[in-house]
């Protein structure tokens, strides 16, 4: 009797063993890289993480439970940014990333700011998802009431790893000014803010989807002030570049500051050539599925302008296979 109790033992941890195996299997890691935990990228990034995973023993989607892709579980990673995202994707260090549509467009072509580097041929597109704005900020009794106000003065342009970086040279350039013309800094989120509100820079650029965490804390906090972004500079910036457009931000976005005109670019959700095509399939169909559209409306405030009726607006890197299926599939592309 003890010879077969132990020979029932062994053969049940056996089992459990290659059960825990098999779950083991089913389970596929994905991670989205964003942006700075101020911005909107990262908290985006949360709401469709959530939206596409579905780990071994949830409840199954009608009954309540996730509607994502079975056995996925996805992540996402806070980053430097757009330029950051666009080289992890390309390295394999990440499964996927946001970025402005410039800056993907530049690393795939080589060309613009990414001129003289090696195109970034994998990559791939899996939806446009919301419009970003450029916000350049400064306090309100600054005097400074234009781009070219900002000659002499100290400026945050963010990382250079960051997409906001790049458009804050370009702007620049457009108005007729260089990095020569003032003092850089380099800060991000809540050290720009924080910067700014003790006198230690004179304004910061970001580009991100209004409202922005850090900026509304800041607004409530100090009164600040948007620079416009329009005029003669704004023109030759989007006849130059057809991704940035005339777009404004409307007065009450951030407390007690006015709207203002400025210019915006398409964030948009890239990948890798070689991520599987049906795991991109399902993750796409996923994140437009019902339960996603729930999850996006009510998890940020930016998520409601995230659908499918636009998850082609501004693409200028080619579709990843599986996307482009479910795209077909769907009647949103012919």
Request: with cysteine; glycine share 12%.
């Amino acid at each position: 009797m003890i010879t077969s109790l132990k020979a029932a033992a062994v053969s049940a941890v056996l089992a459990l063993g290659a059960a825990g195996t098999a779950v083991a299997q089913e389970l596929t890691f994905f991670t989205i890289g964003t942006g700075g935990t101020a911005y909107t990228y990262y908290p985006i990034g949360g709401v469709i993480a959530n939206a596409i995973s579905k780990p071994p023993g949830s409840r199954e989607c009608g009954d309540g439970g996730s509607c994502g892709v079975e056995g996925l579980i996805a992540s996402a990673v806070s980053s430097r940014g757009s330029v950051d995202n666009v080289n992890a994707i390309i390295s394999g260090l990440r499964n996927s990333g946001f970025a402005q549509s410039d800056v993907a467009y530049w690393a795939y072509t080589g060309t613009g700011t990414m001129e003289g580097s090696e195109p970034a041929t994998d990559l791939r597109t899996i939806a446009a998802l919301f419009e970003e704005h450029i916000h350049l900020v400064a306090m309100a009794d600054s005097g400074i009431n234009s781009v070219a106000d900002l000659a002499g003065k100290r400026v945050s342009l963010d990382e250079p790893g960051s997409g906001t970086y790049v458009d804050a040279l370009l702007i620049m350039e457009a108005n007729g000014l260089s990095v020569d013309d003032l003092t850089p800094e380099a800060l991000k989120g809540g050290a720009a803010s924080e910067a700014l509100r003790n006198g230690k820079i004179d304004a910061f650029f970001v580009v991100t989807g209004y409202p922005t965490g850090s900026l509304v804390e800041l607004a409530s906090a100090a009164d600040i002030k948007l620079v416009p972004i329009d005029g003669a500079g704004a023109e030759a910036l989007t006849e130059k570049y057809g991704f940035f457009s005339a777009s404004d931000i409307p007065e009450g976005t951030y407390e007690g500051v006015p709207g203002v005109s400025t210019v915006a670019v398409g964030a948009q959700w890239f990948t890798s050539a070689t991520a599987d095509e049906e795991l991109i399939y399902n993750i796409t169909k996923a994140l437009w599925n019902d339960e996603s559209r729930k999850l996006l409306d009510v998890g940020h405030a930016k998520g409601q302008a995230i659908t499918r009726e636009t998850a082609l607006a501004g693409v200028g890197v080619p579709l990843h296979p599986g996307a482009e299926r479910f795209y077909r599939e769907t009647g949103l592309l012919k």
